[in-house]
């Protein structure tokens, strides 16, 4: 009897299959691609427009465009 | 039943009225035609809301009653139409292209379906559009209920929005013409997109009663058509005053181009900028073209340049200030987040928080916008520009990066039109004139407020010197 057991498996793999199990450790630590920040994107927006408003001189006696009809 | 080619279905709304009053077919056929197609192919498009049927079936046997009685009602008795999913049906869902608005019904119809069914106009469709308009800036072509609305001319593009439906369907064909919308871009983008005439009118030309509203000082509706005197014909049907609508200018519109003034009495205000170097590469050419053929039109041409303004930023503080104060109550119950588009979601929520600063000081500089442009006007009696500076992207493209040349141009010529011409409240017209890389591109021409027939005949006679407005899918290859 032998003193251990031995056992031999063949295996027959692709080359795409090879090359997948030699990336996967690469492809398990890849992050996913950070999603946009909607809400700082629009507030930045807003704060962009702001500032482009404040930037342009209005005389006292413009009125806004919208007339109050009684 | 009349065998209708393929002809018949991209024919104008006048040619098929007097087909329909020389008896060639009934109304009925007409509607039946129309809405199987749209019913057939609007969905793959996801171009169509809601079928409308059994309605227009109904009224086009009305419409076949009065014509046997030689009862005449005008160019679009008889002749089947689509409205953007913002105007209300009586009875029917109307959910402004939006999840939490998809099983909204009101009780009464739009003023402007009301008037276009007293035309004898058949409705046969609500058609798509991006949800609640697109107020708040969006992403994506898919900010829809039905999904991105995809070109006919290439299915692998976008058709365009906010009025994406309408664009859609007129331009496949499903529907001779079309009612959309804009507050800053939603027809004239569309139909440039689409290869498609659009008319955005005079603030306040036609009520907005019955229609979602976005932005009260900036919203106006418009027809989408296959030619200049359609959308001609189809305004002076849903123009009028309307005390339901407070904007309303109490104005009615006749369709008279031959009463606009003499072409050569006119002056063309244009920059070389804007066709020479804003568009991206593949748009100039034919772009060049059209304003060779509208120089031929009207020979008195000087280059022109817009006042300098912050034309974005007040725009943009309107627009958003106004749409998030409508729909504050859809923001604040958290309903927003069932909106297809996170950027318009984000937009809408920080267009609350706004403050009446900003807002009034938006405002205040529109005035100064609308006396400068008032101003200009005295110099010349028409602006023309690129309705857009590229062809309609690919549907999975962000919609909000820059288009056009790049480098920008430091020479802004006419190209913050589009926001100029909507804070003034300016009449528009968009006019089909050629191809780049096999897809239509289109100009702008925009007048004087209440100038649309003097717009309208210029584009006629360009339609009459060119045969882009008759191109259809398929044909420009």
Redesign the interface.
Known sequence: MRGRWELEMTVKLSRRELSVLALAPRLLAQEAAPQPDHSREAFELRRKQSEALARREVPMSTEPAFIFKP | MANFNEDVFFSTAVELNRRLVAKEFTAVELARAFAERLETSGPSLNALALSLRARGVNDAKDVDDDLKRNRLRGPLQGVPYGVKDLLAVANHPTTWGAKPYAKQVFDYDAKVVKKLDKSGAVLIGKLAMIELAGGG?YRYASASLTGPALNPWDNTRWAGGSSSGPAAAVAAGLVPFAIGSETWGSILNPCASCGLTGLRPTYGYVSRAGAMALSW?MDKLGPICHSAEDCGRVLQVISGGDTDDPSSAGKSYYYGPQYARNFRDLKLGFAAVDFDSWPEENCRAPLREALGVLRTILPAAVETHLPD??Y???A??II?AEGSAVFEPLITSGRIEELAD??Q???L???L???AK?Y?????????I?QDLRGLFTHVDVLVSPSTFSIAPKITEPLDRRRGATPRPKDRGLSDLGAAGNLAGLPALCLPCGFADGMPVGIQLVGRPFSENTLLAIGAEFQRRTDWHRRRPGSQK
């Open positions: 800036g000082t303004y912050p974005g930023a007040v943009g503080t958003t996170k950027r979601i984000a937009s929520k920080a267009g928080e706004i403050p900003d009034l000081k938006a405002m205040r500089i529109r005035s100064l609308q």
